[in-house]
């Protein structure tokens, strides 16, 4: 058995996913890369806003008629419901729409209802598997689709003693590093790609950053970012970057995502009642952790060779 560190690197989703492998060989490396390259693209296939050939944007373009969707679609639309309803729209994969009206992925040349449709319309028939949504309705259910992807693809690196997937800052770590070490990950600074605010040493976790930087611009000479509360239909302000410590990447992304939707004072409250280890930077530069974050640090100097 090999003990070296071996990594690879695929594009997908439009972002870099690195694969870093303890004790297995080259070959055994390269095969399960290229099964979670596979996963991966199967879930943008499906799941892509951008794709006119991907699943969901068939039912984005249905104009109100319903449509017979995979399980796949099925469940996870029901679980973005579900979030929704847990924290009173702030959440709603009816996002869709605004993002569209800016030009941020299909339907192009979109124009934004004047009552922008929500959660709320979205009709379910589960005998039938069946989704229907209200004319103008565009759903992006991007912020769970990339950690379930991480997460099969975890699946398939079943049985390797260490491993890490990192998909675009989301990670999932398995195993130990070398030597039987955990894994020390860094945290980028938002205002500086080149800098690190803060590093921590998991194993058998997942990690997620979330943050209003990723994907942003410019509609009608008004600055926009993708985490958009739809209770009001505005971008989110208070949270710059969230990061989330949690067993699942589908749990640490969810909760990053949610913290910066529901702001410093909701998204502290409930991360706390779910006890997850958190650092948070607000607009104005302070940052917020809790004492399970500060028991994962370590000196930022431990992850310079």
Request: a negative charge.
């Amino acid at each position: 058995m090999e003990n070296k560190i071996l990594h690879r690197l695929f594009h997908t989703m439009g972002i870099a996913v690195h694969c870093t492998f303890i004790g297995i060989s080259d070959k055994d490396a390269d095969i399960r890369t290229a099964e979670a390259e596979k996963i991966f693209s199967s879930y943008d296939e499906r799941f892509s806003r951008f794709k006119e050939t991907s699943e969901l944007h068939r039912l984005n373009t249905s104009n109100g008629i319903p449509q017979k969707v995979s399980i796949e679609m099925f469940q996870v639309i029901k679980e973005c419901v579900m979030l929704s309803k847990e924290t009173s729209g702030a959440f709603d994969p009816s996002v869709g729409s605004i993002l569209a009206s800016y030009g941020y992925g299909l339907p192009a040349n979109f124009i934004l209802p004047d009552t922008i449709p929500t959660y709320e319309s979205i009709v379910f028939n589960n005998q039938d598997l069946e989704i229907t949504l209200a004319p103008g309705q565009v759903l992006e259910p991007a912020s769970l689709v990339k950690s379930i992807a991480i997460s099969a693809a975890g699946q398939a690196f079943d049985g390797i003693p260490g491993f890490m997937i990192n998909a675009g800052g989301d990670i999932l770590t398995r195993g130990t590093f070398e030597k039987g070490l955990p894994w020390n990950i860094a945290i980028q600074d938002p205002r500086n790609p080149r800098a690190i605010v803060a590093a921590v040493s998991i194993r058998n976790a997942g990690m997620a950053t979330s943050g209003v930087y990723q994907a942003h611009g410019e509609h009608q000479g008004k600055p926009w970012h993708h985490l958009i509360n739809m209770q009001n239909g505005n971008t989110t302000r208070g949270i710059t970057s969230a990061t989330v410590i949690a067993h699942t990447c589908e749990e640490a992304d969810t909760e990053a995502t949610l913290a910066i939707l529901l702001g410093p004072t909701l998204g502290v409250m409930r991360l706390e009642q779910r006890g997850f280890p958190y650092f948070l930077i607000l607009d104005d530069g302070t940052i917020r952790k809790n004492a399970a974050f500060t028991a994962l640090e370590v000196p930022i100097d431990t992850l310079i060779s």
